[in-house]
């Protein structure tokens, strides 16, 4: 009997996310004989039972399109807002798989999919994940889709602002995704040849970043490209959130805290024009804000971030033929390796301190904020 399985996009969309799904569904539909339906909006989509057929004709034509014909959305199965209230629609969503004669389901989403994945294999669904942020963020994957075309268009935007920064003598602070880890700041920042790096995770002084500015003044460069990501923190709030966290109470709220990602948006462009009027202050130059927003995730999918989510999507058919589940499909090295989403589900890959990328910028004279 052919086997049935459904596909879903969830969490923030990312280049490449289109190209994945059409991996998933031309091996499915022409290599293994298998059917596939979508369901639209992710998990919501999924709990409505509102579904899209799956065929050659509208597998055709997505490889290079930006956002996901699925539609997507950040609702969680076990806390979803419904009429108001939150409710776990878990049993729900475990109800419409079975309904749909589903063999497996197909998740291609950040690190909220994988915990939201983890949830439902503990429910006896055959769920697989694909690794998709711009982000680049999930555990035990060498490289999430989405994130070589952010980081493409990252680099671009810091180019273009050199040219203003230097004929305006002026710094600008380009405000870049990534609330948790730093890899697209640090990526586009080491292209771009920006000349202050802040990463989540090197808590920065201000005093330091402000000498950096003022020290090229010196040396002839009145201009500064300060490449920060939108989660950075001072070393006076590192203090405070570790306090906080030492506090009972604190690590309940900071947690609620992270978990309304999307209300955070304002919050990291206040701390952005902050930290742009505190360097006008300690520099003596004029300071501009730049932020790059949801252009990073705009738009057609990189030719890298097409192979690789080409490679994911036929590697998961590929297990799925093999009734192999419960897992994220990884890359690693040129091929791709299944890991359990136990290994996965809950942690974040964050940039380390001794990666080479932070020792290859330290070494061309960047600041890192420290
Ligand atoms: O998780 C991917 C991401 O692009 C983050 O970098 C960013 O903080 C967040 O999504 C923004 O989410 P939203 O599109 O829901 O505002």
């Known amino acids: ?116 994945a983890l949830r439902l294999k503990a429910k006896g669904l055959n769920i697989l994940t694909l690794p998709k ?29 050199h040219s203003t920064a230097h004929s305006h003598h002026r710094i600008i602070v380009v405000e870049i995704m990534g609330h948790r880890a730093g890899w697209l700041a640090l990526g586009a920042g080491i292209a771009g040849g920006a000349d202050v790096i802040l990463i989540p995770e090197i808590p920065y002084a201000v005093e330091s970043v402000a000498e950096a500015i003022r020290e090229r003044s010196r040396l002839g460069k009145s201009f500064s490209i300060v490449a920060m990501a ?68 705009g738009g057609i999918p990189s030719a890298a971030d097409r192979l690789l989510a080409t490679r994911l999507g036929t590697a998961c058919t590929e297990l799925i033929s093999r009734g192999e589940y419960g897992v994220m499909v990884a890359a690693r090295g040129e091929g791709t390796r299944p890991v359990k989403l136990e290994d996965v589900a809950g942690k974040v890959k964050t940039v380390p301190l001794d990666h080479p990328w932070i020792q290859s910028a330290r070494l061309i004279g960047t600041n890192m904020g420290d």
């Open 1 to 116: 009997m052919a086997k049935k399985i459904g596909i879903l996009t969830s969490g923030g969309d990312s280049p490449g996310l289109n190209t994945a799904i059409r991996g998933v569904g031309k091996s499915a539909l022409n290599y293994y004989g298998m059917q596939l339906i979508g369901f639209r909006d992710g998990f919501r989509g999924m709990m409505e039972n509102r579904t899209m057929k799956m065929n050659a004709a509208n597998l055709s034509d997505i490889l290079t399109r930006g956002g996901t014909i699925l539609g997507t959305s950040r609702d969680k199965p076990h806390r979803m807002p419904v009429d108001g209230k939150i409710v776990d629609m878990t049993d729900v969503i475990v109800g419409n798989y079975h309904d749909n004669g589903l063999d497996a389901l197909v998740c291609l989403g950040g690190g909220g999919t994988q915990k939201n």
């Open 133 to 161: 942020t711009i982000d680049n963020d999930v555990a035990q994957t060498d490289i999430t889709f989405g994130f070589d075309t952010a980081l493409g268009i990252a680099t671009d935007a810091i180019d273009r602002l």
């Open 230 to 297: 939108e989660g950075v923190v001072s070393k006076q709030e590192h203090e405070a959130l570790l306090a906080k966290q030492n506090d009972k109470a604190g690590k309940a709220k900071e947690k609620k805290k992270t978990d309304a990602e999307n209300d955070t948006q304002s919050q990291y462009a206040e701390k952005t024009v902050r930290l742009a009027k505190q360097l006008e202050l300690l520099t003596g130059l004029e300071a501009r804000v730049t932020i790059l927003g949801h252009l990073q995730r």
